[in-house]
């Protein structure tokens, strides 16, 4: 996205554009954003956000590359710096680098007006913390679509009732607004913002119909600060820190409050005094940094007294406690100087929303601490000698600080299939190369397979592509029954774990149906807009993907043309019209000459009497089948006669969005059909001079009987 000329590139932001919206995407384009700290958790914000595309990004960092870098930071490579490789990421964003130090006596006015973001990834814990100002509003706090809830009845009483079709939930709350349409009778109602209490009682009685849509309204959110009482805040700057314990946070002179009374979230609620007991080792995390210039040395069992002993100190000067976990505290000291790639690619995702929401104020925001921990990744390896996690010179280091050395040589021998490599394909295909998963030497491997080609908009969010990449053929097998005889039981025999990254439930399940007949472990993850779910799915042990139950039934046949209710019924109406006639039939037309070879032998066997499976839905389609341009154009009107104004007679005229619906259908129709067109044929007075000699059939009115009384129906013969 050009931030001068302000135009949004669609092609590579269409399914970002579609969540945020072009408010949110040019507020995008006009800010910067100084990140310090390019670590593991550093360099996925860096990743993100980049892709995300904002104007700027400065990345800051005082320390040299080492080699144990290389097991957390994906973009380090010994020949070359870190810049290029996020610059790459997204040709719009500009990318700098920084290696002055930060302290308080450090000069930042040249960022200007800024909100602040602080992250540290230590070991198995993490955490996040968000100052966005005293006041700070959010235009959109959910992000939801509002839902259009259809109107039942309408009482005349002080207050009004208002009763929903089909008794639906409507979710609003006291204080909201909505907004009335198309009414009747109480049409004092429509096309102003009301609240959700009122008097009706003096308007004209109800008569049918309308719906209301609930009004978004702004909230704003009050944030405890850590910055200058004097440094104004706004939405052009945004000023993260990652992985600086809290002594070096420059602005503290409300930090205090916030370390001894902190705003936590409960990510986990089977451990609601997680998060509480994770602040106060990590608050005594700092200490012991300050106080010894190091992190506790790894195994080292005086450390861990002594980091201990500071949280306890801690502890007590917290406002709302909870009891000192000395295991956590424990298994912090040991990992502190460790990474896992994992957690830090999770908080990595988490923090970068919140720099997104800082930016363009939609979303409600992290208040104001975050913390989590993967103790239960580590609690297995407590009695495992303290050797095995000792530094060995090479960029496993900071993994086997958390694992151990021998789950890093089972990770190295782990035979993997993943299916999809999207956008949640790309970052676990990240993970496994951080993790040292499927390694070669170590007779591991990592079969990957997706059959989809490359697209523009696939670059802002799978980061493994590039440009170059785009409609390159991959060559790959789809995993579905027709490929049994590739992906057999011998081939799934082998693996030890299968991952899928797919978009639709249908692959989900039949590739868990191989997991479950093959016995093999599942690791099943997706995302639909803003939300997103992952699923761990073990032989014995867990349900799964298809115990869940099938589909959600389908809309009677019944309801859909007669008594639709419900916008969703609409939908699936026009959703079924639409397959019917450009997905089942022209299939079923191509799978019937795949069978037969010519017209000729078809006429042969029809004259001798031979039933032929779909070969009058063929005929049918032959004698339809339009020839050029005009034809397609007139089909479509007759379509559009057969679908709505026979239904609606007040669709008597052609208004834009009708003309819009018999284009689109005869451009479907000439794109089937093989018939070519040209933009001048699909202009409005090309497209209007064929509709004005169009005869439309004179409408006789079905002489069908339907009958809705069992008792009688069985006498009708």
């Known amino acids: 996205m050009a931030a001068d000329s302000m135009e949004i590139d669609d092609s590579l932001y269409s399914r970002q554009r579609y969540v945020l919206g072009d408010s949110a995407m040019h507020q995008m384009a006009q800010s910067s954003v100084f990140l310090s700290g390019m670590g593991g958790l550093g360099i996925e914000i860096a990743k993100n956000i980049v892709l995300a595309g904002v104007k700027a990004v400065t990345l800051h960092d005082t320390k040299q590359c080492e080699t144990v870098d290389l097991g957390s930071n994906f973009f380090i490579r010994k020949e070359d710096a870190v810049c290029p490789r996020v610059a790459e990421l997204n040709p719009y964003v500009h990318v700098d680098t920084s290696s002055s130090a930060l302290d308080d006596n450090t000069d930042l006015s040249f960022l200007g007006k ?24 959010v235009s959109d706090p959910t992000g939801e679509e509002p839902k259009e809830i259809f109107i039942h009845s309408i009482t005349q009483d002080n207050p009004g009732v208002v009763t929903c079709m089909d008794n639906q939930p409507h979710g609003i709350q006291t204080g909201q607004s909505v907004v009335f349409r198309e009414v009747h009778g109480m049409v004092e109602l429509n096309g102003t913002a009301r609240p959700v209490s009122g008097d009706t009682s003096q308007l004209q009685s109800y008569a049918h119909g309308g719906f209301f849509v609930m009004v978004k309204t702004p909230k704003t959110f009050r944030f405890v600060s850590c910055q200058q009482k004097n440094m104004s805040i706004s939405k052009s700057t945004l000023f993260v820190y990652v992985t600086l314990h809290l002594s070096t946070w420059v602005f503290q002179e409300t930090m205090e409050k916030q370390l001894c009374d902190p705003q936590v ?20 995390l700092d200490v012991f940094q300050e106080q010894h210039s190091r992190l506790p040395n790894t195994g080292c069992l005086q450390d861990a007294e002594v980091l201990l002993k500071l949280t306890e100190e801690v502890n007590e000067t917290l406002r709302n406690k909870a009891p000192v976990n000395t295991e956590l505290v424990r298994c912090l000291s040991r990992t502190a100087r460790g990474t896992l790639p994992p957690l830090a690619a999770a908080v990595g995702g988490l923090a970068s929303q919140e720099v997104l929401k800082a930016i363009t104020g939609k979303f409600a925001p992290l208040q104001q601490w975050f913390y989590l921990d993967a103790i239960e990744v580590v609690r297995p390896l407590q ?14 280091d900071g993994l086997r600080a958390c694992i151990g050395e021998s789950m890093c040589l089972e990770l190295h021998k782990l035979r993997v299939f993943m299916v999809g490599c999207g956008a949640i394909g790309c970052e676990m295909l990240k993970n496994f190369a951080l993790l040292g998963v499927g390694l070669a030497n170590s007779s591991g491997e990592v079969f990957i397979t997706d059959p989809d080609l490359i697209e523009k908009s696939n670059l802002n969010r799978q980061f493994l592509f590039r440009p170059h ?25 082998r693996l030890n774990l299968v991952v899928t990254a797919l978009d639709n439930v249908e692959a989900r399940r039949y590739v868990d149906s191989r997991c479950l007949s093959n016995q093999k472990p599942l690791l099943d993850s997706g995302t639909m807009g803003t939300k997103g779910h992952t699923e761990i799915i073990v032989p014995n042990l867990t ?8 589909p959600e039934e389908e809309i009677p046949f019944c309801t859909l043309k007669s008594f639709p ?28 000459w795949q069978t037969h070879s010519s017209a000729d032998a078809v006429l042969q066997k029809m004259q001798v009497g ?22 397609c154009v007139v089909n479509a009107r007759l379509k559009f006669e057969k679908y709505f104004k026979r239904k609606l007679p007040q669709t008597s005229s052609v208004p834009l969005r009708h003309f819009t619906f018999i284009v689109s259908t ?15 044929d699909i202009s409005e007075e090309a497209v209007t001079r064929i509709l004005s000699g169009v005869k439309i059939p004179e409408y006789m009115p079905s002489m069908k009987c339907i009958e809705t009384d069992e008792s009688r129906r069985s006498l009708i013969p």
């Open 265 to 284: 979230m409960t990510p986990d609620f089977s451990k609601p005094e997680a998060p509480l007991q994770i602040h106060a080792a990590m608050c005594a």
């Open 565 to 592: 209710s419900v916008i969703e019924h609409t939908i699936q109406w026009a959703r079924d019209k639409f397959e019917n006639l450009f997905v089942h039939k022209p299939s079923m037309y191509n799978s019937f």
């Open 610 to 631: 031979e039933s032929l499976e779909g070969a009058f839905q063929v005929v049918k389609l032959l004698s339809k089948r339009p020839s050029q341009w005009d034809q």
């Open 543 to 550: 349900e799964s993907y298809n115990s869940h139950g099938p």
């Open 469 to 493: 990449h785009i409609q390159v053929d991959a060559h790959l097998h789809k995993v579905c029954p027709a490929t049994e005889s590739i992906y057999n039981d011998v081939f799934y025999s």
């Open 383 to 396: 009695s495992v000698s303290a050797e095995e996690f000792l530094p060995r010179g090479d960029r496993y």
């Open 114 to 137: 800024y909100q602040f973001i602080g992250c540290d990834a230590y070991g198995i814990c993490v955490r996040v913390f968000c100052d966005f100002g005293d006041e700070f509003e």
């Open 666 to 680: 005869a451009r479907l129709f000439a794109g089937i059909y093989n018939i070519p067109y040209s933009e001048a």
